[in-house]
Every structure is written in structure tokens, then in C-alpha cells.
């Protein structure tokens, strides 16, 4: 199962989020159109609550990155994998007011993509993040995209693969 928060104009039925279900995944997608991040980090951590049993993948895109980022860091133990899709991790909005507190948990499975010519949310955003996180077990795919990674969808089954087999083999 896979928990996935959408970007700032995206949707639940976004792109990303269809083609996880096309590959076979169970996507949960709340709707967080018109939500300022507490609204949706709220949001996401009750939805969350009520799946911890089973582990579910966390993910998010942009705005819903960074959502699932701070969810991530507030009860890791709740997932079994992270992934986030060109997240938004330099923004300061409530409850974020130093981006540089953001870091994977230590021992989560984190798998970033990231497209080499976003320019809306600056590569160098993710980077710095892996950076700060010093987890080794922490997957990083620049690809040949923009911020939508409309031509990336490969990249992001990839990690969600990647994330479920690591949760099946432990």
C-alpha cells in the first residue's frame, strides 16, 4: 500500500498516482486541493494513523513531498519506505520554519526522484536533503525531466518497487 500526498495543483487522481495503480500498487490519494501544509500535514498524519498497521509506503510530490517528508520525521515507524517526487523541501510554512531540520529518519528506506531540469523546485533542494540525511540507504534518481516528471513515471515505479521489495525480503 502506498499513502500518496499530491503536489500544490495536483490531484488525487493525478498522474503519478494512476500510473502507481496501473502498476498494480494500492494508492491511497487524499485530496488536499486548497489545504496550506499544516492543513495538510494534518490531514495526512490521520490518514496515516489509520493504516499504520499495515506499513504503507509513504510518498509525496512537491508541495505533498514536503508533507510527506515532515509526516515522515513525525512517526517514522508508521512506514516502511519514503517517496518523494521533486518534494518542495525549501519551503517555510507552518510547520516548517528551518528547512534544514528536514532529514529522512535514520533506517526508513528513502527514494528521491528528482528531474535535472525542474525549474520549480530546484534540484539542489533534494540534494541538500539526502545530504543532511547521511542515510545510506537513501536512493537518488536525477532524471531528464521537469518538475511534473511527466516523462519519469519509470523512475518513480522503480523506487516504489524497490521500496515494496525491501519491505517484503524484511
Not at 495543483?9 to 487524499?30: D, H, M, Y
Amino acid at each position: 500500500m502506498i499513502i500518496f500526498a499530491h503536489g500544490l495543483e495536483g490531484t488525487p487522481n493525478g498522474s503519478k498516482i494512476q500510473a502507481l495503480r496501473a502498476s498494480g500498487f494500492e494508492v491511497i490519494a487524499p485530496d488536499f486541493q486548497g489545504m496550506v501544509l499544516s492543513e495538510r500535514v494534518a490531514l495526512l498524519e490521520e490518514i496515516c494513523n489509520e493504516h499504520a498497521d499495515a506499513k504503507p509506503i509513504l510518498a509525496g510530490s512537491s508541495y505533498g513531498g514536503l508533507t510527506a517528508a515532515i509526516v515522515a520525521m513525525r512517526t517514522p515507524h508508521q512506514f516502511s519506505g519514503l517517496l518523494l517526487c521533486a518534494p518542495a523541501l525549501h519551503l517555510k510554512e507552518d510547520p516548517v520554519d528551518d528547512e534544514t531540520v528536514l532529514v529522512a529518519p535514520k533506517g526508513m528506506s528513502t527514494v528521491i526522484v528528482h528531474g535535472i531540469g525542474d525549474d520549480i523546485v530546484p534540484i539542489s533542494c533534494s540534494i541538500e536533503y539526502a545530504e543532511r540525511s547521511g542515510n545510506d540507504i537513501l536512493q537518488f534518481h536525477r532524471v531528464d525531466d521537469g518538475h511534473r516528471l511527466a516523462e519519469s513515471h519509470s523512475s518513480i515505479l522503480e523506487g516504489a518497487n524497490a521500496l515494496y521489495s525491501q519491505t517484503i525480503d524484511s
